[in-house]
């Protein structure tokens, strides 16, 4: 059974950046038509979809947040990162990745990582 | 892009219950509106994609319908476990993927 673990630094300084990695278990991060995405919640708020990429390197990204953002996957770690560069108070969330696949969901998100608490603060 | 406004924002209802859940989009698209429940605490778990169809392992006291523009999630007898947030999103492969902004299901 596919799991996903999320990991990362739980404090990160104002303007420095984020880098979080989601680890894969259970399965390949070649096998099957997958995306990996990237999705953030603030205490108390609503999901936030950040972006998501693809076993080849192909990825999307919200648009509020292109211009800060970088993914990438590690296939032979069976792992996948994200990168947020100028971090503010305002990406100050819990941070989680989730598989979106074809035949399973026609790219709804059917696996979640339990997500990753990741506060932004001097 | 496609903005997803669900509601109500909040639902408060009794063990038994039949509750309804809408979300509209700004704009028609095809039937890739995907239903989420979260748990305080917890990831968000899949029930419906495509507007309709239950991911397997989900109780069917959970449905879905709807198109274009306005989906509904029903929740049929509701049962403890079932009081939570829910959210819709937008699930087509061409575009962003937008969630609303969560119904939270109260106990009454």
């Known amino acids: 059974q596919v799991q996903l673990q999320e990991s990362g630094p739980g404090l990160v300084k104002p303007s420095q950046p984020l880098s979080l990695t989601c680890t894969v278990s259970?399965?390949?991060?070649?096998?099957?038509?997958?995306?990996w995405n990237w999705i953030r919640q603030p205490a108390g708020k609503g999901l936030e979809w950040i972006g998501r990429?693809?076993?080849?390197?192909?990825?999307n990204f919200n648009p509020s947040l292109k211009s800060r953002v970088t993914m990438s996957i590690d296939t032979s770690k069976n792992q996948v990162s994200l990168n947020l560069i100028s971090v503010t108070a305002a990406d100050t969330a819990v941070y989680y990745c989730?598989?979106?696949?074809?035949?399973?969901?026609?790219?709804?998100?059917?696996?979640w990582g339990q997500g990753t608490k990741v506060t932004v603060s001097s | 892009d496609i903005q997803l406004t669900q509601f109500p924002s909040f639902l408060s209802a009794s063990v038994g219950d039949t509750v309804t859940i809408t979300c509209r989009a700004s704009?028609?698209?095809?039937?890739?509106l995907a239903w989420y429940q979260q748990k305080p605490g917890k990831a968000p778990e899949l029930l419906i994609y495509?507007?309709?169809t239950l991911r397997r392992g989900v109780p069917s006291r959970f449905s879905g319908s709807g198109s274009a523009t306005a989906f509904t999630l029903t929740i049929s007898s509701l049962q403890p476990e079932d009081f939570a947030t829910y959210y819709c999103?937008?699930?087509?492969?061409?575009?962003?993927?937008?969630f609303g902004q969560g119904t939270k299901l109260e106990i009454k």
């Open positions: 989730a598989r979106g696949g074809y035949s399973n969901s026609l790219y709804a998100f059917d696996i």
């Open positions: 990429i693809y076993s080849t390197g192909s990825s």
């Open positions: 704009q028609g698209f095809n039937n890739y």
């Open positions: 999103q937008q699930h087509n492969t061409n575009s962003v993927f937008p």
């Open positions: 259970g399965g390949s991060l070649n096998y099957g038509f997958y995306y």
């Open positions: 495509a507007a309709s």
